[in-house]
C-alpha cells in the first residue's frame, strides 16, 4: 500500500533492497560464520527466512556496523 500526500505525489517511493547469504556476509565483514549467527540469535543482525533459506538485508549489515538503526 503507497502512502500519498495531499497533491497527490507518492509519500515515499519504494526502494529495491539487497538481500545476501550468511556466506556473503561473512566475506564483506571478515568475521566467522559462527559470528553472523550469533549476533543473528542474539538480535543484532536482522534477517528473514525465505522457504528456509536465510537471507540477510544489506540495511541490517549497515543497521549492525553503526550500532543500531539508522
Known sequence: MMT?????????TPTQETYHTIEEVCTQLKVANSTVRRWMSLGKLRYLKIDGAV?????AITEHLHGGKQ
Not at 500519498?4 to 515515499?12: I, Q
Open 4 to 12: 500519498t500526500v495531499t497533491s497527490g505525489v507518492p509519500a515515499s
Open 55 to 59: 537471507r540477510i538485508p544489506a540495511s
